[in-house]
């Protein structure tokens, strides 16, 4: 399997632009993570799907950040409008929902608002 | 409630020397721990993982952790470090295998 699968790499947009995060989970697993990285702030967990479903959105920050996973294999992240303080490494993960077993996560998003 | 507390964000040693990097944990019930390392402009990779097995847990390249529940602590040690260890190093802890709680990450620096 290749793994846990983000687009684009690197995004760079200007403020008020609507921006769109891809990510295609490792085929079989059924529980999806969006992670954002900061320095100031860290590893937080933005969303997390089970079985397609969104469980808990509580790490949203805004009503300007959406998520949606129409599919097993296929999520997408929005931001709209995006601002400077959005600028971040957005990550996705996945994993087996059944099981402690552990998250498999992408190589991120490194987004840029100017 | 659950989290991970990593005592220093910074942590340098010398190539060959060992590495002990810090996690304390907090959860109320029996946790699930991991660690996770992360190399520059990389997503993050298991090194080892705790599910209540052994209390001493190897994981890739040399690295090992061990459990202690009298101390809620999953600290992470290499004997020797090597060059190619430098990068950042997260603890995390689930209860119920769907939410993880990261620390706040170690920066490894390994000195030649």
């Known amino acids: 399997d290749a793994g846990v699968i983000q687009s684009p790499r690197h995004e760079v947009t200007e403020m008020g632009q609507e921006v769109t995060l891809r990510c295609k989970p490792i085929s079989g697993h059924n529980s999806l993570f969006w992670y954002r990285q900061t320095m100031m702030r860290g590893l937080e967990l933005l969303i997390y799907?089970?079985?397609?479903?969104?469980?808990?959105d509580s790490g949203m920050p805004e009503d300007r950040f959406s998520a949606k996973m129409p599919n097993a294999s296929f999520s997408t992240l929005k931001i709209q409008p995006s601002e400077p303080r959005d600028s971040a490494v957005y990550f996705c993960?996945?994993?087996?929902?059944?099981?402690?077993?552990?998250?498999?996560f992408g190589q991120g998003t490194r987004l840029t608002v100017v | 409630a659950q989290s991970v507390t990593q005592l220093g964000s910074h942590v340098s040693v010398s190539e060959g020397a060992l590495v002990l990097l810090r996690c304390n944990y907090s959860?109320?019930?029996?946790?699930?721990l991991f660690w996770y390392v992360q190399y520059p402009n990389q997503g993050l990779q298991l090194l080892l993982k705790?599910?209540?097995?052994?209390?001493l847990v190897k994981g890739i390249n040399g690295f090992e952790a061990e459990f202690k529940k009298s101390e809620t602590s999953f600290h992470l040690t290499k004997p020797s470090a090597h060059m190619s260890d430098a990068a950042e190093y997260f603890c995390?802890?689930?209860?119920?295998?769907?939410?993880?709680?990261f620390g706040t990450g170690t920066s490894l620096t390994v000195i030649p």
């Open positions: 959860s109320s019930v029996p946790p699930y």
């Open positions: 705790y599910t209540s097995a052994a209390t």
């Open positions: 799907f089970n079985n397609n479903v969104p469980i808990d």
């Open positions: 995390a802890v689930t209860r119920t295998g769907n939410q993880f709680y």
């Open positions: 993960a996945s994993k087996f929902l059944l099981g402690h077993t552990e998250a498999f």
